[in-house]
């Protein structure tokens, strides 16, 4: 809202409003807002969740501590939604797609995690919403997201014209054009923006992989069917992302602080991309208009450590699945919205290693169960942050191990963009 009003008294003649045209001003701003937001006001709406006696039911796994954390209100990923979602509706261009996408994907998975401790703390079950109808939830919404990625008109890429070119021949004007996003195609260095099912793949030359490649043994006429293998490739990105954000939040603070820490790597990578600059220097594709994802993202860091001033240890509320599975579905979204979602396995390590050390777990316990007539362990415990709590390792200091964790490994995966 603001944008449009500030761009009005812009256009209007307005003197010291063109600031407000620039991305990093309205990042700092989206960040700002969401700490406000998230510290202050999330104070009275967890005293409103006390008053209420909204509160988490804790199932027996023989844990250190957790009897100590029934009652503990929950659902306080209201209040990282509405810190995302108030900065964005103010601060960002709501007719770009790349926006659209992503309130869409915070309302879609806020809803999802919101029935499903709905579930669990009103009617009192504490399985919550069935598994099925989650996984049919994030199915919809990648398969939404996988159409629009290929289908829609302003979802494109620009290329580069030529292999080098040097930074000393880009005018103080264009530089200017670039941070403002009034004309960020420079043509100079990039080709027009078109559609590609192009995405950046580590560790290889030019950093580019085409999904259409993998269809090429259908004939000559393959890459029109590539949205076949596309989609449910989105679809299934979408949902272990979301489910890997959900199975660490096990521990007070721990899904808070890695999602900053991603969310913080998202932002640097969505800012190179979308800056013809940095793209040109990196020898990476140029996404046009990617510029207001920062402004997105930023809302969400600044989310994400505001709600870690309250969820720290000892946690005063839990997110609940409404926070675990918007935030895994925001950063799932936002790295297929920049074209790095092959990166998420460096970038969302920590989720990566919880959702395996499940599986590694339930296969081996239902192979040997199976073959020896008695179930056996790999872990102590999974998800993998319960097994360090079993060795006796304190809460607070696995979480801030694996925070750390999370930090090296964003930075690995900014680091990949010049390693080839």
Request: glycine share 8%.
């Amino acid at each position: 809202m603001l944008y449009y009003l500030f761009s009005w008294l812009h256009k209007s003649g307005y003197h010291g409003t063109r600031i407000f045209q620039y991305i990093s001003f309205r990042s700092a701003m989206a960040f700002v807002l969401a700490l406000i937001i998230s510290v202050f006001i999330g104070k009275y709406f967890i005293q409103y969740l006390k008053k209420k006696q909204i509160g988490e039911s804790i199932r027996d796994l023989g844990l250190a501590g957790q009897n100590e954390k029934a009652g503990t209100p929950t659902m306080g990923g209201l209040i990282i939604i509405a810190a995302i979602l108030i900065p964005a509706l103010l601060l960002c261009d709501l007719s770009n797609i790349y926006i659209i996408l992503m309130i869409f994907t915070t309302i879609w998975l806020g809803a999802l995690g919101f029935s499903d401790d709905y579930i669990k703390v009103f009617k009192k079950n504490k399985e919550g919403l069935s598994p099925r109808k989650k996984l049919i939830g994030q199915i919809i919404l990648g398969l939404l997201v996988g159409a629009t990625m290929y289908f829609h008109p302003d979802a494109v890429i620009s290329e580069k014209k030529v292999q080098k070119q040097s930074l000393t021949k880009v005018s103080s004007t264009e530089l200017l054009q670039v941070e403002n996003q009034e004309n960020a195609h420079t043509p100079k260095l990039f080709d027009e923006p078109h559609h590609s099912s192009k995405t950046t793949i580590p560790f290889v030359k030019n950093h580019e992989m085409d999904y259409s490649a993998l269809t090429r043994w259908m004939g000559d006429k393959s890459g029109k069917w590539s949205f076949l293998l596309f989609i449910p490739i989105i679809v299934f990105i979408i949902a272990a992302v979301s489910n890997g954000a959900n199975l660490t939040d096990g521990l007070d603070g721990l899904a808070t602080g890695t999602t900053a820490s991603v969310a913080v790597g998202i932002a640097i990578l969505a800012y190179v991309s979308g800056n013809v600059i940095f793209a040109n220097y990196l020898n990476i594709m140029y996404i046009p208009n990617i510029g207001e994802l920062v402004i997105f993202i930023s809302a969400v860091i600044g989310a994400c450590i505001g709600f870690y001033w309250w969820n720290c240890y000892p946690a005063q509320v839990f997110m609940g699945d409404t926070g675990s599975l918007t935030l895994g579905g925001i950063v799932a979204v936002s790295c297929i919205i920049i074209r790095k979602e092959l990166l998420i396995p460096i970038l969302c390590g920590v989720y990566l290693a919880q959702s395996i050390s499940v599986i590694m777990q339930v296969s081996y316990f239902k192979y040997t169960k199976k073959r020896y007539g008695e179930g056996r362990r790999i872990f102590l415990m999974a998800p993998l942050h319960h097994h360090f709590q079993k060795k006796g390792l304190h809460e607070s200091k696995i979480v801030q191990r694996f925070i750390v964790v999370s930090m090296i490994l964003a930075v690995l995966a900014i680091v990949t963009l010049k390693v080839r």
